[in-house]
């Protein structure tokens, strides 16, 4: 039997299009998104019922339970979750398909959305953008900062185009465009004792007053396991994911910050970097990452090769 399809509406960054889904599917990812059959119906345009009988028939076709079914509204079983990042790729496909069967030979203008964690934010992805719109100004672009985990997770599930940001171990949910492991870099301010060298160890970093991220980022876990490892106490002075405030710290002179290479602006006043010498720190690597099995629409495919030229070739004077 032939699926029976369905235009629906849905936003993107860059405006309102339509996508061509099995009506399965598009009822199931409208009751995922809002958590209840009856707002489901109100946002497709049909009747609650008929919303209850295509998931009861999606449950029954697949032998398995998509929700728990709770006085408040329905929740996401395990199986539901991995069928709604199924779903969100097919409705990412469907979108791409729509604007490229639209635009005749690729949709050169459709918007691109960017996931990234704030260190590749501070710099080279909006550099990167910069510059692929130099060459491609009618591609406009999102770009959507979020920790590391999430910028995979919205890949996954086609919320976003294309993913920067760091990784540890393997990584089997997509597809790892480009994988460079990344120095890491003290910064410290200009006359300090530090500042002419090339580089420096870890106790000689963790003699000083110290701004770092949060436990939760790959690089605070990093430097936490290298400082036990080398028996080094560690108190912080500053924690905090965002580099302004901790640039802002050390030109005030309250210490030394800790950030990738490429988070790092050499540019910037009043300061400089020194690479920091650990082993455990190329653990960590820095990922372009896409949707496994994905088609991806001409402007996602050529800015995935521009970023993974330049991040690839370790180009960071590019970025300058």
Known sequence: MTARVLFSATHFAMGETMQLLPVHLAYFLEVARAGSVTEAGQALGVAPSAVSRQIAKLESGLGVTLFERRPRGMTLTDAGARLLAHARRAEADSVTLVEELRAGRGAEERGVCVACTEGFAHRLVPRVIAGFRREHPDVAFRLDVVPREEATRRVVEGIADVAVTYAMGPQHDVRVECAVVVPV????????????????????????PLALGSPG?????????????????????????????QYAFVRAGGGLALVGELAGDPGAEGVTHVRVDHPVFRQREAQVQTAVGRRLPWSVARFTEFLVATLGAGRSSDLR
């Open 185 to 208: 870099c003290a910064v410290v301010p200009l006359g300090h004792e530090l500042s002419g060298r090339d580089r420096i160890d870890l106790a000689e970093l963790c003699a000083h």
């Open 217 to 245: 980022t790959s690089q605070r876990e990093l430097f936490d396991l290298a400082a036990q490892l080398e028996g080094l106490a560690v108190h912080p002075a500053l924690v905090c994911d965002s580099l302004a405030p």
